[in-house]
């Protein structure tokens, strides 16, 4: 079965930093892909950041980069400038590229950035 | 264009009492997906429609949850005799096609039992 682990409940971080949320998943398939989402207190779910099993290259878009390191079944999320707009819950999703089209998520994040 | 919407956004029930929630995806998307996201946690998946076709339904919590999308666009949730259990967000979220990999999520509908 799959899992996804995010071990920071919260991480508080200055404007204009770099920020890294952890990852880390289990699971038995070759092929997965792993996705990061922002949830603000309006409640939407807002896709980031998308990185297939078998990509080498690291997934950027913008100012959202994906540290994956497979050996380790890690996917960290590094935002560099945080803004105060950041501030949200953020979850690390996974799912099985054959079969179910479902997502797997963690428990989440919650990022606070600090004027 | 439009995205994902829901209504209602917010649901007050007593509890034993039906509710429907409803889902409209943005036109066209092939899949579509309900989720239940508890407070405090992480969405967990429901079920799961291609087209009018209903492929998984193997998270849905028990027989008092029933979901439809009877001409492949918009999909209904419905939870019969609600417990406080089932206090919730439910997200629904819809994907172009088959292959695609990204899931377009809407508001949610809060529901609150009491």
């Given at each position: ?50 990185q297939g099993s078998y990509d080498e290259q690291n997934a950027t878009e ?54 | ?97 088959i292959s695609s990999y990204e899931q377009y999520f809407g508001p949610g ?6």
């Open positions: 079965a799959q899992k996804i682990t995010q071990t920071q409940p919260g991480m508080f971080v200055q404007e204009k930093e770099a920020v890294t949320l952890d990852c880390t998943y289990d699971t038995s398939d070759q092929s997965y892909g792993l996705f990061w989402y922002k949830q603000p207190s309006s409640g939407e779910m807002i896709f980031l950041i998308y913008g100012r959202y980069s994906l540290n994956f390191q497979k050996a380790r079944k890690s996917a960290n999320l590094v935002i560099s400038a945080s803004q105060l707009g950041d501030s949200a819950m953020y979850f690390c999703a996974m799912r099985e590229s054959q079969g179910a089209q479902k997502l797997v998520f963690g428990q989440g994040t919650r990022l606070t950035i600090n004027p | 264009g439009a995205g994902v919407s829901q209504s209602p956004r917010y649901k007050v029930a007593k509890r034993g009492q039906d509710v429907a929630l409803r889902c409209d995806p943005i036109s066209g998307h092939v899949s579509l997906f309900w989720y239940q996201q508890a407070l405090g946690q992480g969405p967990e998946f429901l079920t799961y429609f291609q087209n009018e076709a209903q492929l998984d339904k193997s998270g849905l919590p028990s027989d008092r949850f029933f979901a439809e999308r009877p001409e492949g666009s918009v999909s209904t949730l419905k939870i019969q005799r609600t417990q406080q259990e089932d206090s919730a967000v439910y997200l629904c979220a819809s994907t172009a096609h509908t809060r529901l609150t039992v009491t």
